[in-house]
């Protein structure tokens, strides 16, 4: 049966579920089974806890021979073959479920389709009976958080992922490092998180507001032991955190901590406005590659992610053009022009990454004056930066402005909070298409995903970043897990309300979706 047909309020939509007669009702002392399969002990005790908020009632783990007998059993018994890291089936019966998967990965999507089956609120923990079978339709499930422009806290982090992981949503893209604040401890250099992760007051140009400044100093960085902990967070979320190092544009507040690793002889400040900046690291020297693979280097200790993203956008080039070391670099490496300077730049550190086994991600400018053999691309500019590198054999992650800028506004800017500019409301994110249409099949499979980007230049503090999260994280939810034929706009806005639901009851802030 197709998935919509169900009358359940699950987001995204499962591959195929089936209504069975009858329904389970969770007794008031309920048991969790554990097994058999390995490492799936942190599964129980994530969906323990979170069946335990839902309904009041603590279920018992169980393991060993006993776990076949628990009213909630999770097993991997499926093999990975037929269904992928991810996929599992999920069997309600009036005498329990049963969540079967490869392994741990697939369970935990199991256990968050479940937890989505319960009702919220006072109502009796009653579940219907059915069959689904479920995986998604892409590995790479994004969104991204900008922490530059605001810093927020770590607990508004963790909150984030919980956000993520409620949609299934599995790659938390989190970018550490802009013009205006730098977010990350690196131990070789103590001048980033005592100089370049503070601003004096943030200035504002915007049509709104008018001009002017806060007079408000504003910073704030994530210590090692804090990214460890959001890294296992995620971690136990199945969520990827995927770290990104701007370079070589938006790195004024590096370059006004540490001024030898610019191009002029100016001493900066940290920016204090938003904008694209000319103030970028200087690649004819060599003490900026060392910066830059010493940071890399700590970043690789705290990130187990494969992928590691290294900005590559909105880099001018004015002082490129102006300085003799970068000059003299064009020449000795005979490059035509600065944009081939920052293409034998990105190819540098690619071969940083590679030789420590991590794979390069970057905006799709990093496809001007040619492609670092083994870069993926992230579209931003719409789609043409996707199809191009797609069709030259590249993995993509898509990511067009139109379609999923978080920052754009959701509805008329008149009733809306203050925002960037844009207009994404929520039907738009949904009927987003993330592979373009311009692709052969075969290209079409370097399609990794599709990812929500934050940037947060009015997203002052953390209750804006959930405003404009929610919903539209669900929307993009079901373009990325769901099968393009399932999608359903209707379905879909009917389904929403278990899920608006499930926000309040975890006090996140929403827009309220209108008409
Ligand atoms: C971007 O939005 N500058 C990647």
Redesign the pocket.
């Known amino acids: 049966m197709p998935a919509g047909d169900c009358e359940l309020n699950l987001i995204p939509l499962p591959v195929s579920c089936e209504r069975r007669a009858g329904s389970f009702r969770l007794p008031a002392e309920p048991t969790i089974g554990c097994g058999p399969g390995e490492g799936l002990e942190p599964v129980a005790a994530y969906l323990a806890a979170r069946l335990h908020a839902a309904t009041g009632r603590r279920p018992r783990v169980l393991g060993g021979a006993a776990a076949r007998r628990a009213h909630v059993r999770l097993a991997s018994e499926l093999p990975e073959k037929a269904a992928g890291r991810e996929g599992y089936r999920l069997s309600v019966t009036p005498k329990g479920a049963e969540l079967r998967a490869a392994g741990a990965e697939g369970l935990f999507r199991a256990a968050t389709t479940l937890l989505q089956l319960m009702p919220g609120d006072d109502a009796p923990a009653v579940i219907p009976c059915l069959e689904i079978g479920d995986r998604p339709r892409f590995a790479w499930r994004g969104l991204m958080l900008d922490v530059g422009r605001y810093y927020y806290p770590k607990a508004d982090i963790l909150k984030f992922l919980d956000m993520m992981a409620l949609h299934k949503l599995n790659v938390f893209h989190w970018h550490l490092t802009e013009d205006q604040g730098w977010r990350l401890e690196i131990k070789a250099y103590p001048r980033l998180t005592e100089v370049a992760a503070w601003r004096r007051h943030t200035r504002f140009g915007h049509e709104r507001l008018g001009a002017g400044f806060d007079g408000v100093p504003h910073g704030g960085f994530y210590t090692r032991e804090d990214v460890r902990e959001i890294v296992a967070y995620a971690a136990e979320r199945f969520i990827t955190v995927v770290p990104e190092i701007e370079m070589p544009g938006h790195a004024q507040a590096a370059i006004a901590a540490y001024p030898e690793l610019g191009c002029t002889a100016e001493q900066l400040g940290v920016s204090c406005q938003w904008g694209v900046h000319k103030h970028v690291f200087n690649p004819g020297k060599e003490e900026v590659f060392t910066f830059l693979e010493t940071v890399l280097a700590e970043t690789l200790e705290l990130f187990p992610s494969e992928f590691i993203h290294i900005g590559g ?2 880099c001018p080039k004015d002082e490129w053009k102006a300085n003799k070391l970068c000059q003299k670099r064009i020449r000795t490496q005979r490059l035509k022009d600065e944009d081939e300077l920052q293409s034998w730049f990105v190819r540098r550190i690619e071969r940083f990454l590679r030789r420590h086994g991590r794979r390069l991600i970057g ?1 799709d400018e990093i496809l001007e004056g040619g492609l670092a053999p083994g870069a993926t691309v992230m579209s ?1 500019r719409g789609e043409e930066g996707g199809v191009a590198a797609a069709r030259a054999g590249h993995d993509v992650v898509m990511t067009p ?1 139109k379609d999923v ?1 978080f920052d754009y506004y959701q509805g008329d800017p008149q009733h809306e909070p203050l925002a960037i500019g844009g207009m994404l409301p929520l039907e738009k994110v949904y009927a987003y298409e993330p592979v373009p249409k311009e692709l052969t099949a075969a290209e079409a499979r370097h399609v990794l995903g599709a990812q929500g ?1 934050l ?1 947060t230049e009015y997203m002052p503090n953390f209750r804006q970043v959930e405003y404009m999260t929610l919903p539209r994280a669900a929307a993009l939810a079901e373009v990325a897990w769901s099968p393009r034929e399932a999608r359903n706009l209707e379905g879909f806005k009917a389904r929403l309300a278990g899920m608006l639901g499930r926000y309040r009851a975890m006090g996140w802030t929403y827009r309220p979706p209108k008409g």
């Open positions: 956008d909105e905006w931003w402005n800028y980007n940037w």
